[in-house]
């Protein structure tokens, strides 16, 4: 019950301080907008191409709103030593993180559907599997979260997070079949794509959104969780060797 409670208590102040603050919240409507706009338009065809490109627009509001809020807001805690505080508290590390990281995972799945009632007034979105759309934006969400809380980890300045956070959004905009599908890229290329979380959240979206994948679903979900997983405990393995004396 005391872990319980310092959960919510900590996933409401970092609600109240950094994801409920005014720039914040335009931000985080804002930069989906402006992705599905460029998106949309660019897409050639007027709007007739929106719902193809869609899934690809949704990933990625996903993966910056949550990496760049996420590497910041604890970079920055870690900078003023606030963070250390809270690993003083009585409740178990794993808990704390959890804590630390809900206000990004809700923050990148409020991202992904901005770009969804953008679309659902351009074409019909009509034959979507929604239960497994779901699915794909709530682990990408938390796969991308937890991307950013590695990052936030292995740097001490916030100037930091965000160079090493684009090292690894950048190649995963071209390498993870957002827009252009694996199998269509370089042969030398492919291996690092299936190296990549979102490759498999991608898929999943498409097949939610469009009906193309190249995987079962159950797979790309499982894979997903497993990148969750493994993220997560090599994040808490490096804060218990580095912040942890």
Same mark, same amino acid.
């Given at each position: 019950? =005391?872990?319980?409670?310092?959960?919510?208590?900590?996933?409401?102040?970092?609600? =109240?301080?950094?994801?409920?603050?005014?720039?914040?919240?335009?931000?985080?409507?804002?930069?989906?907008?402006?992705?599905?706009?460029?998106?949309?338009?660019?897409?050639?065809?007027?709007?007739?191409?929106?719902?193809?490109?869609?899934?690809?627009?949704?990933?990625?509001?996903?993966?910056?709103?949550?990496?760049?809020?996420?590497?910041?807001?604890?970079?920055?805690?870690?900078?003023?030593?606030?963070?250390?505080?809270?690993?003083?508290?009585?409740?178990?590390?794993?808990?704390?993180?959890?804590?630390?990281?809900?206000?990004?995972?809700?923050?990148?799945?409020?991202?992904?559907?901005?770009?969804?009632?953008?679309?659902?007034?351009?074409?019909?979105?009509?034959?979507?599997?929604?239960?497994?759309?779901?699915?794909?934006?709530?682990?990408?969400?938390?796969?991308?979260?937890?991307?950013?809380?590695?990052?936030?980890?292995?740097?001490?300045?916030?100037?930091?997070?965000?160079?090493?956070?684009?090292?690894?959004?950048?190649?995963?905009?071209?390498?993870?079949?957002?827009?252009?599908?694996?199998?269509?890229?370089?042969?030398?290329?492919?291996?690092?794509?299936?190296?990549?979380?979102?490759?498999?959240?991608?898929?999943?979206?498409?097949?939610?959104?469009?009906?193309?994948?190249?995987?079962?679903?159950?797979?790309?979900?499982?894979?997903?969780?497993?990148?969750?997983?493994?993220?997560?405990?090599?994040?808490?393995?490096?804060?218990? =060797?580095?912040?942890?004396?």
């Amino acid at each position: 019950m =005391r872990a319980w409670i310092a959960f919510w208590s900590i996933l409401r102040k970092d609600m =109240r301080t950094y994801y409920l603050k005014p720039p914040n919240l335009s931000w985080g409507i804002i930069f989906p907008l402006a992705w599905t706009l460029m998106f949309f338009i660019k897409s050639g065809s007027g709007f007739g191409e929106a719902r193809s490109i869609l899934p690809g627009v949704m990933a990625l509001s996903i993966l910056f709103g949550t990496t760049s809020m996420l590497a910041v807001t604890v970079t920055f805690e870690r900078k003023g030593r606030s963070f250390e505080r809270l690993l003083l508290a009585p409740i178990p590390l794993w808990v704390l993180m959890l804590a630390k990281t809900s206000g990004a995972v809700v923050f990148g799945i409020v991202n992904a559907f901005v770009p969804v009632i953008m679309a659902s007034f351009i074409v019909d979105l009509g034959g979507m599997i929604w239960w497994q759309m779901g699915a794909a934006v709530a682990l990408i969400a938390v796969s991308s979260t937890f991307l950013g809380l590695f990052i936030a980890v292995s740097v001490s300045e916030v100037f930091e997070a965000q160079t090493f956070s684009n090292f690894f959004r950048f190649p995963m905009v071209f390498l993870c079949g957002l827009f252009y599908p694996v199998t269509k890229l370089p042969v030398f290329l492919r291996p690092l794509s299936y190296l990549l979380p979102l490759t498999y959240g991608a898929d999943a979206l498409h097949g939610a959104v469009n009906g193309t994948t190249q995987r079962p679903v159950t797979l790309n979900l499982a894979i997903l969780a497993g990148f969750c997983v493994l993220l997560f405990l090599i994040s808490l393995r490096n804060i218990q =060797r580095r912040w942890i004396v």
